[in-house]
Protein backbone atom coordinates (compact mmCIF):
# COMPACT_ATOMS: atom_id res chain seq x y z
CA UNK A 1 0.00 0.00 0.00
CA UNK A 2 0.87 3.63 -0.18
CA UNK A 3 3.62 4.95 2.30
CA UNK A 4 4.36 8.59 2.85
CA UNK A 5 7.15 9.70 4.36
CA UNK A 6 7.83 13.59 5.87
CA UNK A 7 10.31 15.44 6.92
CA UNK A 8 11.77 17.45 8.91
CA UNK A 9 9.36 16.92 11.72
CA UNK A 10 10.57 20.67 13.26
CA UNK A 11 11.03 23.66 11.00
CA UNK A 12 12.21 26.77 12.83
CA UNK A 13 12.99 29.76 10.14
CA UNK A 14 13.04 33.34 10.79
CA UNK A 15 10.52 35.59 9.41
CA UNK A 16 11.15 36.35 5.65
CA UNK A 17 13.16 33.34 5.06
CA UNK A 18 11.81 30.70 3.12
CA UNK A 19 10.81 27.19 4.24
CA UNK A 20 10.34 23.89 2.77
CA UNK A 21 9.19 20.61 3.67
CA UNK A 22 9.79 17.43 1.56
CA UNK A 23 7.79 13.90 1.48
CA UNK A 24 8.12 11.09 -0.31
CA UNK A 25 5.14 8.36 -1.68
CA UNK A 26 5.59 5.15 -2.21
CA UNK A 27 2.91 4.08 -4.93
CA UNK A 28 3.70 5.04 -8.21
CA UNK A 29 0.46 5.26 -9.78
CA UNK A 30 -0.64 7.84 -7.07
CA UNK A 31 -1.87 11.10 -8.65
CA UNK A 32 -2.71 13.41 -6.33
CA UNK A 33 -0.78 14.98 -3.33
CA UNK A 34 -2.20 17.85 -1.32
CA UNK A 35 -0.85 19.55 1.83
CA UNK A 36 -2.66 20.65 4.79
CA UNK A 37 -2.06 23.00 7.47
CA UNK A 38 -3.27 22.81 11.24
CA UNK A 39 -3.48 25.43 13.15
CA UNK A 40 -3.69 25.26 16.98
CA UNK A 41 -7.07 23.59 18.10
CA UNK A 42 -8.11 23.40 14.97
CA UNK A 43 -8.70 21.00 12.48
CA UNK A 44 -6.46 20.02 9.41
CA UNK A 45 -7.18 22.64 6.29
CA UNK A 46 -6.14 22.53 2.84
CA UNK A 47 -4.17 24.94 1.74
CA UNK A 48 -2.58 23.25 -1.64
CA UNK A 49 -2.64 20.30 -3.97
CA UNK A 50 -1.04 19.20 -7.26
CA UNK A 51 -2.12 16.18 -9.83
CA UNK A 52 0.63 14.14 -11.46
CA UNK A 53 0.33 16.11 -15.03
CA UNK A 54 2.05 19.09 -13.58
CA UNK A 55 5.31 20.08 -11.82
CA UNK A 56 4.78 22.88 -10.01
CA UNK A 57 1.66 25.14 -8.35
CA UNK A 58 1.99 28.12 -7.07
CA UNK A 59 -0.70 30.39 -4.80
CA UNK A 60 0.74 33.24 -3.47
CA UNK A 61 3.23 32.54 -1.41
CA UNK A 62 3.00 28.91 -1.46
CA UNK A 63 4.22 26.47 -4.29
CA UNK A 64 4.53 22.55 -4.27
CA UNK A 65 6.76 20.70 -6.74
CA UNK A 66 6.48 17.45 -7.70
CA UNK A 67 8.85 14.83 -8.83
CA UNK A 68 7.01 11.52 -10.45
CA UNK A 69 10.21 10.04 -10.98
CA UNK A 70 11.51 10.19 -7.73
CA UNK A 71 8.59 10.49 -6.36
CA UNK A 72 8.39 13.10 -3.91
CA UNK A 73 6.74 16.31 -3.68
CA UNK A 74 7.30 19.48 -1.93
CA UNK A 75 6.05 22.76 -0.28
CA UNK A 76 7.73 25.83 -0.53
CA UNK A 77 6.55 28.75 1.70
CA UNK A 78 8.33 32.26 0.73
CA UNK A 79 8.43 35.48 2.76
CA UNK A 80 7.20 33.36 5.60
CA UNK A 81 5.39 35.24 8.51
CA UNK A 82 4.11 34.62 12.01
CA UNK A 83 1.01 33.23 10.85
CA UNK A 84 2.34 30.63 8.82
CA UNK A 85 3.35 29.05 12.72
CA UNK A 86 1.36 25.85 12.21
CA UNK A 87 1.82 21.94 11.66
CA UNK A 88 1.84 20.73 7.93
CA UNK A 89 0.51 17.49 6.74
CA UNK A 90 1.22 16.46 3.45
CA UNK A 91 -0.99 13.18 2.03
CA UNK A 92 -1.30 11.19 -1.10
CA UNK A 93 -4.21 9.12 -2.09
CA UNK A 94 -4.83 5.29 -0.50
CA UNK A 95 -5.19 2.58 -2.68
CA UNK A 96 -8.28 1.47 -4.49
CA UNK A 97 -9.67 -1.30 -2.08
CA UNK A 98 -8.55 0.80 1.01
CA UNK A 99 -11.18 2.37 2.97
CA UNK A 100 -8.68 4.97 4.17
CA UNK A 101 -9.42 8.61 3.03
CA UNK A 102 -5.84 9.81 2.61
CA UNK A 103 -2.84 8.26 3.31
CA UNK A 104 -1.05 11.01 5.50
CA UNK A 105 2.59 12.48 6.56
CA UNK A 106 3.53 12.26 9.79
CA UNK A 107 3.33 16.23 10.15
CA UNK A 108 6.09 19.22 10.29
CA UNK A 109 5.46 21.60 13.15
CA UNK A 110 6.70 25.22 11.45
CA UNK A 111 7.88 27.60 13.96
CA UNK A 112 8.33 31.13 12.60
CA UNK A 113 10.59 33.02 14.48
CA UNK A 114 10.26 37.25 14.71
CA UNK B 1 -17.06 23.21 0.67
CA UNK B 2 -18.31 21.56 3.66
CA UNK B 3 -18.74 23.16 6.89
CA UNK B 4 -18.25 20.37 9.93
CA UNK B 5 -20.00 20.96 13.43
CA UNK B 6 -17.63 19.19 16.48
CA UNK B 7 -18.95 19.09 19.88
CA UNK B 8 -17.79 19.39 21.98
CA UNK B 9 -14.65 20.97 21.59
CA UNK B 10 -12.82 19.94 24.57
CA UNK B 11 -13.81 18.12 27.75
CA UNK B 12 -11.91 16.61 30.99
CA UNK B 13 -13.73 12.87 32.03
CA UNK B 14 -13.49 10.78 34.85
CA UNK B 15 -11.47 7.47 34.10
CA UNK B 16 -14.09 4.50 33.56
CA UNK B 17 -16.91 7.00 32.33
CA UNK B 18 -18.09 7.26 28.32
CA UNK B 19 -18.15 10.67 25.77
CA UNK B 20 -20.45 11.05 22.82
CA UNK B 21 -18.69 12.93 20.21
CA UNK B 22 -21.05 14.72 17.67
CA UNK B 23 -20.33 15.64 13.85
CA UNK B 24 -22.69 17.60 12.03
CA UNK B 25 -22.03 18.38 8.22
CA UNK B 26 -24.20 21.26 6.33
CA UNK B 27 -24.37 19.10 3.33
CA UNK B 28 -24.82 15.52 2.55
CA UNK B 29 -21.86 13.34 2.50
CA UNK B 30 -21.68 9.12 1.79
CA UNK B 31 -18.68 9.05 4.05
CA UNK B 32 -18.16 10.48 7.14
CA UNK B 33 -14.17 9.57 8.67
CA UNK B 34 -13.06 9.18 12.47
CA UNK B 35 -9.28 10.28 13.30
CA UNK B 36 -7.44 10.73 16.41
CA UNK B 37 -4.97 12.89 16.98
CA UNK B 38 -2.19 12.15 19.86
CA UNK B 39 -0.26 14.86 20.44
CA UNK B 40 2.28 15.64 18.24
CA UNK B 41 1.53 13.15 16.28
CA UNK B 42 -0.62 12.49 13.09
CA UNK B 43 -3.95 11.31 12.02
CA UNK B 44 -4.68 8.10 12.87
CA UNK B 45 -7.94 6.73 11.17
CA UNK B 46 -9.87 5.10 13.49
CA UNK B 47 -13.24 4.33 11.41
CA UNK B 48 -14.89 4.99 8.36
CA UNK B 49 -18.42 5.28 9.10
CA UNK B 50 -21.63 5.15 5.94
CA UNK B 51 -24.84 5.69 6.48
CA UNK B 52 -26.96 2.37 6.70
CA UNK B 53 -24.11 0.56 7.63
CA UNK B 54 -22.14 -0.52 10.14
CA UNK B 55 -19.12 1.51 10.35
CA UNK B 56 -15.10 0.06 9.14
CA UNK B 57 -13.24 0.38 11.51
CA UNK B 58 -9.14 0.39 11.45
CA UNK B 59 -6.57 -1.83 12.84
CA UNK B 60 -6.33 -1.61 16.47
CA UNK B 61 -9.40 0.11 17.08
CA UNK B 62 -12.66 -2.16 18.00
CA UNK B 63 -16.44 -1.66 17.98
CA UNK B 64 -17.02 -1.95 21.32
CA UNK B 65 -14.53 0.95 22.38
CA UNK B 66 -15.26 3.33 19.99
CA UNK B 67 -19.30 2.51 18.88
CA UNK B 68 -20.11 5.11 15.58
CA UNK B 69 -23.49 5.97 14.99
CA UNK B 70 -23.91 7.36 11.75
CA UNK B 71 -28.22 7.80 11.60
CA UNK B 72 -28.11 10.09 8.37
CA UNK B 73 -26.18 11.58 5.71
CA UNK B 74 -25.60 14.91 7.64
CA UNK B 75 -24.27 13.53 11.42
CA UNK B 76 -22.27 10.93 12.97
CA UNK B 77 -20.99 10.32 16.45
CA UNK B 78 -18.21 8.40 18.10
CA UNK B 79 -18.27 7.46 21.57
CA UNK B 80 -15.26 6.94 23.13
CA UNK B 81 -16.37 3.88 26.16
CA UNK B 82 -14.58 3.25 29.51
CA UNK B 83 -12.32 5.75 29.14
CA UNK B 84 -8.44 5.73 30.66
CA UNK B 85 -5.89 8.45 30.67
CA UNK B 86 -4.62 6.52 27.33
CA UNK B 87 -7.27 7.48 25.58
CA UNK B 88 -6.22 11.59 26.19
CA UNK B 89 -6.21 13.21 22.58
CA UNK B 90 -7.64 14.68 19.67
CA UNK B 91 -10.50 13.50 17.82
CA UNK B 92 -11.46 14.61 14.37
CA UNK B 93 -14.07 13.94 12.23
CA UNK B 94 -14.00 14.55 8.29
CA UNK B 95 -15.86 14.22 4.94
CA UNK B 96 -14.82 14.24 1.62
CA UNK B 97 -16.14 16.60 -1.19
CA UNK B 98 -16.17 15.78 -4.39
CA UNK B 99 -13.11 13.49 -5.36
CA UNK B 100 -10.45 15.09 -3.38
CA UNK B 101 -10.96 17.56 -0.75
CA UNK B 102 -10.83 16.25 3.12
CA UNK B 103 -12.83 18.81 5.20
CA UNK B 104 -12.17 18.32 9.12
CA UNK B 105 -14.01 19.49 12.39
CA UNK B 106 -12.27 21.70 14.74
CA UNK B 107 -11.16 18.30 16.77
CA UNK B 108 -12.37 17.33 20.78
CA UNK B 109 -9.75 17.71 23.04
CA UNK B 110 -10.42 14.73 25.39
CA UNK B 111 -8.40 14.66 28.47
CA UNK B 112 -9.05 11.62 30.99
CA UNK B 113 -8.25 11.91 34.71
Known amino acids: GENVEQHPSTLSVQEGDSAVIKCTYS??????FPWYKQELGKGPQLIIDIRSNVGEKKDQRIAVTLNKTAKHFSLHITETQPEDSAVYFCAAPPNRDSNYQLIWGAGTKLIIKP | SAVISQKPSRDICQRGTSLTIQCQVDSQVTMMFWYRQQPGQSLTLIAT?????????ESGFVIDKFPISRPNLTFSTLTVSNMSPEDSSIYLC??????????FGQGTRLTVV
Open chain 1, 27 to 32: DSASNY
Open chain 2, 49 to 57: ANQGSEATY
Open chain 2, 94 to 103: SVDVGDTEAF
